[in-house]
């Protein structure tokens, strides 16, 4: 069994607790406005081209040019079919890390659950070994996707973009009926959740009182982090040679004290 | 929270030199007499023709006594100042008068008359960026214990006593003599300062701390803080002795601290006397900035973190400046709350703390002779190194690892300078295995350790003649039971140092032999050898230069190859000097470590290409840490290669630098994942570990200079990308980032 991944980060320390490995599966089911991984989105490999870094060495000129041997690392190669048995020393290596940090493993992406039965296979040889793990996922997959990796996943992060499902549509493409029940469905589990929203103005800064009444009554959310829209990607989107409508105001801090503020008041929950 | 009024600010910072002139060449403040009131005594050039005139007169007794009389002569004469802006006195001896004058002649004397073949030999080294070899008065640190308990007046009365109770030879007389004459001009000094402050308005609690300790040791915090400073002020600046340590401060201070805060001093009242204290190293500013550690074990392995840890943290903090620098001994019981302290100040951009982890330096220093109480004990001092209390260990021999590398591949010539400065051997065609090519590195090398060792073994044992320190001795019991001085052999342990540079680019240039000369076969060895000599400078070159620099197989990246050419130069050093004798006069054995200080820039400029892709002129790898831009891998990989190396093997230095971006550490989470990289290199048993939270500056410098940076990353939550694949304008975004964050 293989999975297509596009990255795999080491030290990430925002994507869970602790010191992390995070695992970036490629292909995504939504289309957020707003992405910041668009290397994510689609299922097949991609080759980016960072044309400032082109020393013009000529390897992707030769026939079985393979965006590895690029010399300038101007061409990457997103998206390399993996099996767990090549992906589990990597991400055992940084385990003293893990353990004094309290970090652990974060299988994301894309949407590392549309590769759920590969997710499951790897979780549960984290687990043999050890290792906390954690799953990041935008919540829109088949209840079966999410269990086959409950039983090996310690906590989820899971992101709600809109309570409103015309504004979800609106942000992402899709309808948030299926992440708002599969989150339910995790907290009747007695799985810990720690909810991420993207914090993204004019786009979906007025959900933000909604989602806090949606999760008020959730009885095993850890805490509610509000991640705020930075336009960072657009590099990545033209060195894929995509289209991009990145909106274009970032949040203020103002904004995102008050809407910190909204959810830790009516969830009760910790939202730092 | 201000503790000091920006009027006494004011005062301060300008009272040795005028802070708004240009430094000196040197990175120093250039000196200003006509601050110090003329009333007070001789002007810097009156004085240094004075104690000159003097010297003159008194050339045939012994270095020691001359030197005190000097030494005397600032003392009674200089010119001095109080204030009532002020809580510390200031002496104009900034410039160091004996430094030009009267041991820079005795240095001479020792190298050009009498060994100066020895002293040929050191030139040559120097100069052909081979060895870097100086005299080392700048690693010392005195018995502090025994300053506090006994003041400058009880150490001269040890003293005295001492000498009176043995039978000594004229050397040994000169050597107390020197004691005597210094000393007693130390306390003249503290009573000219105590008198100028009694009749200063405003500088009576001054004048009384003073006149303490004229007569004796501390008896308050106060007190203690002066006596920490007047030691140094006279050591570093008037005997031309560095004092590497202001000591082991929370567990030195703790006991003045608990009976004032006890007798209903307030802690704010500490903690302005602390903050004046700091100040007059910032005034001071020397380039080398002033060591300070905190921490450590006590007998009963619990630790020796205290409230005044935290009080002297928090007091450094608010004061946002960058000396005194702080190292923090880092032992298993030290409170979690202390480290996360100095972790959220690194990340704020204070690049002066460093961890030092107590363990390591702990086993080295038993593996090298010391008991474990000793070890226990032992100081942290200069910018990581250590030592047991009451040794002298002179260090500054800095070898350059990527010469041998020249000579191997030169037939036994230097490629810059063309001299036959290596061992004659054959030319590259004749390395037809790596092995060969190997052994031929160990033995030009090996040849450079010997050479080392016979020009720093050839002087060493002149050092006392060249800059006698009675100041420094009269705090080490065993000079005074021997009498001895501390430079010439009287120390507890008298060890010699040979510091390297450029680890990571000699184990990543054996990776790149290795892999496309012996086993890819791309090229011969005389291929690339011409590649090296023309400097990635002809066709194709400079593509060549790109796979090698791409190429992840490198000292930073936890991999196993270039870790274990890494280690294998270690066992170089263990093989060939751990262990060996220094001079005989000292008495002691060599030890080695990796630390390098600013050599890396100036033999860049005198070492040729090298096989890892680093260009002539560009700088040399320092420390234990990988070459720069080539930890493509992170922080964890970093650390897990140079916690392969035993840092144990040798009390020295392996010192990790470490950079991290403001958005990598940001939040709990980037606190806490800060922390798991500490204490996972302490538990691996790393040495010394700095870590550099990228300001703004370094971004932009990132921006004009890619190739140096090219694995810097930037993180945001659950994304990351290489610096070097963002725009300009997404990079000024994070260049705003940290500047918010500063």
């Known amino acids: 069994m293989k999975a297509t991944i596009f990255e795999l980060k080491r030290f990430a320390d925002h994507d869970g607790d602790g010191i992390r490995t995070t695992v970036f599966f490629k292909g995504c089911p939504l289309r957020c406005v707003w992405c910041h991984n668009p290397e994510g989105l689609t299922a097949l490999p991609q080759i980016a081209f960072y044309e400032h870094k082109c020393i013009g060495c000529g390897k992707c000129q030769k026939e079985d040019f393979n965006p590895d041997a690029c010399l300038g690392e101007a061409r990457v190669l997103y998206g390399k079919e993996m099996t767990v048995e090549e992906l589990l020393p990597l991400l055992l290596e940084d385990r003293e890390f893990y353990e004094t940090s309290g970090g652990g493993v974060t299988l994301s992406g894309g949407e590392c659950l549309v590769q759920s039965e590969f997710c499951a296979e790897l979780l549960k040889r984290l687990k043999e070994n050890g290792i906390q793990t954690a799953v990041d996922t935008c919540g829109f997959v088949p209840r079966e996707a999410l269990d086959k990796v409950i039983p090996f996943t310690d906590v989820f992060l899971y992101d709600i973009k809109a309570y409103d499902e015309d504004v979800h549509i609106r942000c992402t493409e899709r309808s948030n009926k299926i992440i708002l029940e599969n989150l339910k469905y995790l907290d009747e589990q007695g799985k810990t959740v720690e909810i991420r929203i993207p914090y993204v103005p004019d786009y979906n800064d007025r959900e933000i009182e909604k989602i806090a009444h949606f999760l008020k009554d959730f009885t095993h959310i850890s805490r509610i982090r509000v991640l705020p829209y930075h336009n960072y990607a657009g590099s990545k989107y033209r060195a894929l040679g995509m289209k991009h409508s990145l909106p274009e105001r970032l949040p203020t801090d103002e904004e995102l004290k008050s809407a910190k503020e909204i959810l830790r008041c009516i969830t009760k929950i910790s939202c730092p | ?742």
């Open chain 2, 1 to 742: 929270m201000k503790y000091i009024s920006d009027r006494d600010y004011d005062y301060i910072i300008n009272k040795h030199h005028d802070a708004s002139k240009p430094w000196n060449g040197m990175g120093r403040f250039v000196r200003r007499d006509e601050i110090f009131d003329p009333a007070t005594g001789l002007d810097a050039d009156a004085l240094r023709e004075g104690f000159l005139a003097q010297d003159e007169s008194i050339k045939d007794l012994p270095h020691p006594i001359r030197k005190a009389r000097a030494l005397e002569f600032i003392m009674k004469n200089t010119r001095i100042s109080c204030d009532p802006r002020d809580r510390y006195p200031s002496v104009n001896a900034n410039d160091r008068p004996l430094k030009k004058t009267i041991i820079d002649n005795w240095k001479r004397e020792v190298l050009k008359e009498t060994i100066p073949e020895i002293g040929k030999k050191r030139s040559y080294l120097e100069n052909a960026g081979i060895v870097t070899i100086w005299p080392d008065y700048d690693h010392s640190v005195p018995v502090w214990e025994r300053v506090f308990a006994l003041g400058f007046a009880g150490l001269l009365r040890e003293s005295e006593e001492a000498r009176a109770k043995g039978t000594w030879d004229e050397k040994q007389e000169a050597f107390f003599e020197g004691i005597r004459i210094t000393y007693e001009a130390i306390l003249t000094l503290v009573g000219r300062l105590a008198t100028l402050a009694e009749k200063t308005e405003g500088s009576e609690r001054m004048a009384k701390a003073l006149r303490q300790l004229q007569i004796g040791a501390p008896t308050n915090f106060y007190e203690a803080l002066m006596m920490d400073y007047l030691y140094f002020l006279i050591s570093e600046h008037i005997d031309y002795l560095q004092v590497r340590s202001l000591g082991n401060f929370d567990r030195l201070f703790y006991l003045y601290y608990k009976a004032d805060i006890e007798n209903g001093v307030s802690e704010e009242e500490i903690r302005t006397d602390l903050a004046y204290f700091f100040l007059q190293f910032v005034a001071i500013s020397n380039y080398w900035n002033q060591p300070v550690y905190l921490g450590g074990e006590k007998a009963d392995s619990s630790t020796e973190i205290n409230e005044l840890s935290y009080l002297f943290l928090d007091v450094y903090d608010q004061m946002s400046i960058y000396t005194p620098k702080i190292q923090l001994k880092l032992a298993d019981s030290t409170p979690k709350d202390i480290v996360y302290k100095m972790l959220d100040m690194i990340r704020r951009g204070n690049n002066s703390l460093v961890f030092v982890c107590d363990k390591t330096i702990r086993e080295a220093l038993v593996r090298n002779g010391a008991t474990e109480e000793e070890a226990r004990t032992c100081v942290v001092k200069g910018c990581y190194e250590h030592g047991t209390i009451g040794s002298y260990s002179a260090g500054m021999n800095y070898l350059n690892l990527l010469k041998p590398l020249e000579y191997t591949l030169h037939e036994g010539r230097d490629a810059v300078t063309g001299e036959p400065a290596g061992l004659p051997c054959p030319p590259p065609s004749a390395f037809d295995t790596f092995d060969k090519f190997l052994a031929e590195y160990e033995r030009q090398l090996a040849n450079v350790i010997d050479l080392t060792v016979e020009v720093v073994n050839g002087f060493e044992g002149y050092l006392a003649e060249m800059n006698p320190l009675s100041m420094l001795s009269a705090t080490f019991p065993t000079c005074l039971a021997q009498g001895k001085d501390a430079i010439a052999g009287g120390a507890l342990h008298n060890g010699s140092e040979l510091m390297f540079g450029g680890l990571a680019d000699v184990a990543d240039s054996f990776t790149m032999i290795q892999k496309h000369v012996y086993e890819q076969k791309t090229l011969t060895l005389s291929e690339f050898v011409a590649i090296l000599d023309r400097n990635f400078e002809g066709e194709g070159d400079e593509i060549f230069r790109q796979a090698l620099l791409r190429d992840r197989e490198k000292y930073g990246n936890n991999q196993k190859r270039p870790n274990e050419f890494a280690k294998h130069l270690i066992s170089i050093f263990e093989r060939n000097l751990c262990g060996r004798p220094n001079n005989e006069k000292r008495g002691g054995t060599w030890s080695f470590g990796t630390h390098v200080a600013r050599q890396s820039y100036v033999w860049g400029d005198k070492s040729l290409a090298s096989p890892n892709g680093r260009k002539l002129g560009e700088e040399v790898s320092k420390n234990a840490s990988p070459m720069l831009g080539q930890a493509k891998s992170g922080a964890t990989a970093a650390i897990l290669s140079v916690t392969e190396l035993d840092a144990s093997v040798s009390p020295s230095d392996f010192a990790l630098d470490l950079g991290l971006l403001p958005s990598a550490v940001r939040g709990e989470e980037g606190l806490d994942a800060m922390y798991g990289l500490v204490k996972t290199f302490q538990k691996r048993g790393g040495h010394a570990l700095q870590i550099n939270v990228f300001d703004a500056d370094t971004l932009r410098d990132a921006q004009k200079n890619p190739e140096k940076y090219a694995d810097l990353q930037i993180r945001v939550s659950g994304w990351n990308v290489l610096w070097n694949n963002i725009s300009k304008e997404e990079q000024d975004g994070f260049i705003r980032q940290a500047e918010a964050l500063c």
